[in-house]
């Protein structure tokens, strides 16, 4: 391996520890942050991992995490944002308790306490026993819930609903 080869990788190495501990920071539950990057830079980790700290570390979430609300543009984020939570809550049950702990310690930047540990355990259990599953939508569903429980405030029928296709629309509105 040459010298450069060996430097180019020192600063890949460099950028990647960088852009690790930036997704962390974005990751605390203690933290206001709005995540905007592009396709394929880590989003969809960051919020998982927002999202087991949620439910793992000390915070009102932690025995709740139908209360946590995750919400994104397209309904194919929402379906693999809750595939993934469900994976990795899945892998917190069964993995191995020194993989489990070593995946808490990347997580948090730290070594997980006792407490915490039992909670990333029980937290696939907790989130399947909830019948109503994991609060995983899109701007659109949240939208849409938040009028259907507040359609007369806002002057709606409370029996509206959403046209999912803008042909509806153009011939509901020729037919008027």
Same mark, same amino acid.
């Given at each position: ?98 993989? *489990?702990?070593? +995946?808490? /310690?990347?997580?948090? &930047?730290?070594? @997980? #306490?006792? $407490?915490?540990?039992?909670?990333? !355990? %029980? =937290? ?21 819930? *938040?009028?259907? +429980?507040? /359609?007369?405030?806002? &002057?709606?029928? @409370? #029996?509206? $609903?959403?046209?999912?296709?803008? !042909? %509806? =629309? ?7």
């Amino acid at each position: 391996m040459s010298s450069r080869d060996s430097s180019h990788d020192a600063a890949r190495n460099a950028a990647r520890d960088a852009a690790s501990g930036i997704q962390r920071q974005a990751a605390d539950p203690m933290r206001s942050v709005v995540l905007s990057a592009s396709a394929g830079s880590g989003k969809t980790k960051v919020l998982v991992d927002r999202f087991l700290r949620l439910c793992i570390e000390d915070t009102p979430a932690r025995s709740h995490p139908r209360a946590i609300l995750a919400v994104t543009f397209t309904k194919k984020a929402a379906v693999e944002i809750q595939e993934r939570l469900l994976k990795a809550a899945r892998g917190l049950a069964l993995d191995a308790p020194d993989v *489990v702990e070593a +995946r808490l /310690a990347e997580l948090f &930047g730290r070594a @997980p #306490r006792d $407490a915490e540990l039992r909670y990333a !355990a %029980d =937290l696939y259990e907790r989130i399947l026993e909830d019948t109503a599953g994991l609060n995983v939508g899109t701007i659109h569903s949240f939208c849409q819930s *938040v009028l259907g +429980r507040f /359609a007369a405030e806002a &002057g709606l029928d @409370p #029996r509206f $609903a959403v046209l999912e296709d803008t !042909a %509806d =629309l153009v011939e509901e509105a020729l037919d008027q």
